[in-house]
């Protein structure tokens, strides 16, 4: 009997290539759509959307849980920034994800954060181990990153949203954290 994979999902791009190399392996994953961090809400909508499209298209099963969560995510990271991905970040997003699949008789989970060369590997892997123990919920392990450059290619051959920065405000401003001190250095000569 195949595994009943849930798979955390941040966006279709980084969903490309997860969902191609699990159908290889026999694994029809459902997709699983919660991403409170993500803003602002019409980066959220627009990501949201555009993997709804790409998942009817490609019969992917889907389920997305609105929480658009300005408020709580920055009452929760201020006082910690740097860590905010670790400490909050992906505690909440993935403990969401491992509790939907224990209530709803899902095997396993993982995650297309698993594809991102920019995204805390080690720490995000470790988070889901914590979380697969509390749950009772297998942690579907791949280290998707082989895959990211061939998925992103594939993303944008298909016309899909290609964002810029991660998905919270703070990585957004990390994005454009040395055009900022080049202008502050021009602004000063």
């Known amino acids: 009997m195949a595994k009943k994979v849930l798979m955390h999902t941040c966006c279709a791009p980084c969903s490309v290539y997860c969902i191609d190399s699990l159908r ?3 694994i029809e994953p459902t997709i699983f759509w ?3 961090n993500i803003h602002p809400y ?3 909508k627009t990501r949201r959307d555009c993997l709804k ?3 009817a298209k490609i019969g992917v099963e889907a389920i997305f849980i609105e929480d658009y969560g300005l408020d709580e995510f920055c009452k929760n990271v201020v006082s910690d920034i740097e860590n905010r991905c670790v400490n909050y970040c992906y505690p909440k997003r993935l403990g969401e ?4 699949a224990a209530k709803h008789g899902y095997d396993a989970v993982t995650t297309t954060l698993l594809v991102s060369p920019y995204q805390k590997h080690e720490e995000l892997k470790k988070v889901c181990e914590k979380l697969a123990e509390s749950f009772g919920i297998e942690f579907l392990y791949r280290d998707f990153r ?3 450059r061939e998925g992103q290619k594939k993303a944008r051959e298909m016309g ?3 964002q810029k920065y991660c998905g919270c405000v703070f990585s957004e401003e990390e994005r454009y954290k040395k055009q900022i001190e080049k202008d502050l250095k021009n602004a000063s000569i």
């Not at 994800?97 to 939907?100: E, R």
Request: hydrophobic share 25%.
């Open 53 to 55: 499209e790409y998942t």
């Open 146 to 148: 082989v895959g990211f």
């Open 97 to 100: 994800t491992f509790s939907y």
């Open 34 to 36: 919660y991403n409170p």
């Open 42 to 44: 019409i980066e959220y």
């Open 160 to 162: 899909l949203y290609m």
């Open 24 to 26: 290889e392996e026999g």
